[in-house]
């Protein structure tokens, strides 16, 4: 479903994806690890056409979005992103958040959107929040705000970043539990996280980024538990350190 070939992103005299190729398939979930300032971030947003590569190419369903004659309004129908931050409008409801994008972009009617976005409501434990405002919302609540915002356009690819790093640690099992119910239903997602132990249980494949590139990838067991790479056995050391693993 998605292809990055030899992906390069530069800002300044900063590399910050050198050379980078990495695969999804349909339905595959991907965990992006790495320290802070490996890409991660930026391969997610490159691929959502909100950061522009410098060479290489992206492909989703074949059609090579990178190419400048590609439409980024009609790429990003496809495609979900989530921040860490959430970016709730703060004045406008739970339902408005959500409807917002399906009534003004999508032109789905008020009601459908609505309908739709209650039936995402529900099945998150959010439906009785639907008309609170985000400041009303606990963090973990907003995040799951953010995902359903993000679900109801109906995306091929789902790219998550960092979304529980903003949370207080009993807040991030919610989420979690939200983003492996998404995966029992073949949602295709990308992820950059820190959440070592979750990484290991919902991802199909782990990446692990150095440097701005795809240094070592696989299974999350042979990747978190036998890692070839000295330099990925250097890092999940220092996470096991920090008692993240």
């Known amino acids: 479903m998605l292809s990055c070939k030899n992906v390069r992103k530069t800002f300044g005299e900063h590399v910050i994806l050198d050379d980078l190729s990495l695969d999804v398939d349909e339905h595959e979930v991907v965990a992006l690890i790495g320290a802070s300032g490996s890409g991660k971030s930026t391969l997610l947003r490159c691929v959502n056409l909100l950061e522009q590569v410098d060479d290489g190419t992206i492909h989703l369903d074949g059609d090579e979005i990178t190419d400048p004659r590609a439409d980024p309004d009609r790429v990003r129908q496809k495609i979900g992103l989530?921040?860490?931050?959430?970016?709730?409008?703060?004045?406008?409801?739970?339902?408005?958040?959500?409807?917002?994008?399906?009534?003004?972009?999508?032109?789905?009617?008020?009601?459908?959107?609505?309908?739709?976005?209650?039936?995402?409501?529900?099945?998150?434990?959010?439906?009785?929040?639907?008309?609170?405002?985000?400041?009303?919302?606990?963090?973990?609540?907003?995040?799951?705000?953010?995902?359903?915002?993000?679900?109801?356009?109906?995306?091929?690819?789902?790219?998550?970043?960092?979304?529980?790093?903003?949370?207080?640690?009993?807040?991030?099992?919610?989420?979690?539990?939200?983003?492996?119910?998404?995966?029992g239903d073949g949602t295709t997602m990308v992820l950059a996280t820190h959440e070592m132990g979750f990484a290991r249980q919902v991802a199909d494949r782990v990446a692990f980024l150095d440097g701005g590139r795809v240094l070592e990838?696989?299974?999350?067991?042979?990747?978190?538990?036998?890692?070839?790479?000295?330099?990925?056995?250097?890092?999940?050391?220092?996470?096991?350190?920090?008692?993240?693993?």
């Open 82 to 183: 989530v921040f860490q931050s959430y970016n709730l409008f703060p004045h406008m409801t739970v339902l408005d958040n959500i409807t917002l994008a399906p009534v003004r972009v999508h032109k789905k009617s008020p009601a459908e959107a609505k309908a739709q976005a209650m039936q995402w409501l529900e099945r998150v434990g959010l439906a009785a929040k639907a008309g609170a405002y985000p400041d009303r919302l606990s963090g973990g609540q907003q995040q799951r705000v953010a995902i359903v915002r993000a679900l109801v356009n109906q995306p091929r690819l789902l790219l998550l970043d960092e979304v529980t790093s903003a949370l207080d640690p009993e807040l991030v099992g919610e989420v979690l539990t939200m983003i492996r119910d998404l995966k």
């Open 217 to 245: 990838q696989g299974p999350p067991s042979q990747v978190l538990g036998d890692p070839v790479e000295a330099r990925t056995r250097q890092f999940l050391a220092r996470i096991i350190e920090a008692g993240r693993l």
